[in-house]
T-cell receptor, first 111, second 115 residues
Framework: GENVEQHPSTLSVQEGDSAVIKCTYSDSASNYFPWYKQELGKGPQLIIDIRSNVGEKKDQRIAVTLNKTAKHFSLHITETQPEDSAVYFC??????????FGKGTTLSVSS | SQTIHQWPATLVQPVGSPLSLECTVE??????LYWYRQAAGRGLQLLFYSVGIGQISSEVPQNLSASRPQDRQFILSSKKLLLSDSGFYLC??????????????FGPGTRLTVT
């Protein structure tokens, strides 16, 4: 079955810096890759996703890139702000199957 | 717009006691519904999913069960809780459609502590 690995497990940046979180997946048939942000004590919030027919997607300060050949995808956050501090999860899925999640990255943005 | 509710928000139960967690979705019809468990410092583990009333698929064998008595209601139950059942339980929904991939949206979660 699908396996998703996420790195790093923790990431600390200064406000205004960029943050990058990387995930790799094992099943080449996976074709949907969402990213979730989870604040303490709350449910995960979908922040951006990408499907395998595109290589990059942007939404303001957030972008996701996908390399199907290498089977990895990354979340990029530019101009980080303290409110970006949270746990970020990547996931992978293919048609008709459940989302498989990475173990999460705790991002800390200090001002 | 769609809204997903879970209750209770927190729950402390003794080992061996029963469990019932409820999830409801508003603003959509015939959604796909999911139960996940999140242990401390770990990712999300899918427990059950449902594509319609009375249709439940189990992903992980355990002492938990799920039921879908109404279109937008999903219930997670146990007859006898174990210490290992402690965790953060999340309900999620997606648009209907088997064999398709749609965005999943999560509820606020229930923090369960088994003592």
């Amino acid at each position: 079955g699908e396996n998703v690995e996420q790195h790093p497990s923790t990431l600390s940046v200064q406000e205004g810096d960029s943050a990058v979180i990387k995930c790799t997946y094992s099943d080449s048939a996976s074709n949907y890759f969402p990213w979730y942000k989870q604040e303490l004590g709350k449910g995960p919030q979908l922040i951006i996703d990408i499907r395998s027919n595109v290589g990059e997607k942007k939404d303001q300060r957030i972008a996701v890139t996908l390399n199907k050949t290498a089977k990895h995808f990354s979340l990029h956050i530019t101009e980080t702000q303290p409110e970006d501090s949270a746990v970020y999860f990547c996931a992978a899925s293919k048609r008709g199957t459940a989302l498989i999640f990475g173990k999460g990255t705790t991002l800390s943005v200090s001002s | 717009s769609q809204t997903i509710h879970q209750w209770p928000a927190t729950l402390v139960q003794p080992v061996g006691s029963p469990l019932s967690l409820e999830c409801t979705v508003e603003g959509t019809s015939n959604p796909n519904l999911y139960w996940y468990r999140q242990a401390a410092g770990r990712g999300l583990q899918l427990l059950f999913y449902s594509v319609g009333i009375g249709q439940i698929s189990s992903e992980v064998p355990q002492n938990l069960s799920a039921s879908r008595p109404q279109d937008r209601q999903f219930i997670l139950s146990s007859k006898k809780l174990l210490l290992s059942d402690s965790g953060f339980y999340l309900c999620a929904w997606s648009r209907p459609g088997q064999g398709k991939i749609y965005e999943q949206y999560f509820g606020p979660g229930t923090r369960l502590t088994v003592t």
